[in-house]
């Protein structure tokens, strides 16, 4: 692996760390900022005025900082292959925050997912010299993607429950695995000063679908069970990131027949943990929050009053 790939592993891996810190403490804020059930965009002008919102926001920004500079050295495939990590620095700090041990599965689950993310990385070896992609293949990808995500949302709206925070936890997935594909395009353009940056259009796709990504991420957290959207969200942005990395960017995978049985194991193995950690970190939270409400409810003592 070359010194650049390697550099954008530890970027890319450090902007997992930032997100796992951001993704909790937004977790919590959606939880806790209203009672009353609100749309996507009233949560988000609700969220605002909230200060842990505000460091979940620093937490994201340094995130998609971190991840524009692995994006600059590295391909998208590995960079978002990268980003399912998050859920092993969430792990210790959900066992911080819910003060309860990680239990021995979810080790398991964790050491399976970071074999698997190694093993992607290693013989996968995702690369591609393309930055930017044609207004034409942009074109296409607006007609697929917009109607379905559009979809997600009026789905959201209709249902209620699990089925609503997939729904929105595909959009936002979605949303971010956009943002990485267009991180390139921006970067590259701003090889050419800030002039040039200001004319690239990707530069305008990428800050709106950078705010989508956080408006229907909240959503997607207050919709329903955390154990719904967690593992969509966290599934959705490498699945749909790897799919436009190789029909906008043209990146492919270097393995040959023999490493391709490796490749798809360690494939469905990050799924399946990815999944299982997924599940284990949102129950963690809803338990925290039940404990919580309780706590709340429950009447003073005639000395407290």
Request: charged share 15%; proline share 3%; hydrophobic share 60%.
């Amino acid at each position: 692996m070359a010194k650049a790939e390697i550099a954008a592993v530890l970027l890319a891996l450090a902007a997992a760390l930032a997100s796992a810190v951001g993704s909790v403490i937004r977790q919590r804020s959606a939880h806790e900022i209203v009672d009353k059930p609100v749309g996507a965009w009233e949560l988000f002008l609700l969220s605002v005025r909230d200060t842990r919102w505000w460091w979940g926001a620093a937490a994201a920004v340094a995130n998609y900082a971190l991840q524009a500079a692995a994006l600059s050295l590295g391909s998208v495939m590995l960079v978002t292959a990268l980003q399912v990590t998050v859920l092993l620095f969430a792990l210790p700090i959900n066992a911080r925050i819910t003060h309860q041990r990680a239990t021995a599965w979810e080790w398991f689950w964790a050491a399976s997912l970071a074999g698997a993310v190694a093993v992607i990385v290693m013989v996968g070896n995702p690369a591609s010299d393309q930055q930017r992609a044609p207004l034409e293949t942009w074109v296409v990808v607006a007609i697929v993607m917009g109607p379905a995500l559009v979809f997600c949302v009026l789905g959201a709206r209709i249902w209620s429950g699990a089925v609503a925070a997939v729904l929105l936890a595909v959009v936002a997935g979605s949303s971010l695995a956009l943002f990485a594909v267009l991180t390139k395009g921006v970067v590259e353009a701003a090889e050419g000063g800030l002039g040039a940056v200001l004319r690239a259009p990707e530069l305008y796709a990428w800050l709106a679908v950078a705010l989508a990504g956080m408006v229907f991420q909240q959503a997607s957290f207050r919709a329903g069970a955390l154990t719904a959207s967690l593992p969509t969200m966290t599934l959705a942005k490498p699945v749909v990131g790897w799919i436009l990395a190789i029909t906008v960017l043209s990146e492919e995978l270097r393995v040959d027949d023999e490493q391709l049985f490796v490749l798809v194991g360690a494939v469905i193995v990050m799924i399946v943990s990815t999944v299982a950690l997924a599940r284990g970190e949102a129950a963690g939270m809803e338990a925290l929050g039940r404990r919580r409400s309780k706590a709340t409810a429950q009447p003073l003592a005639p000395s407290e009053r």
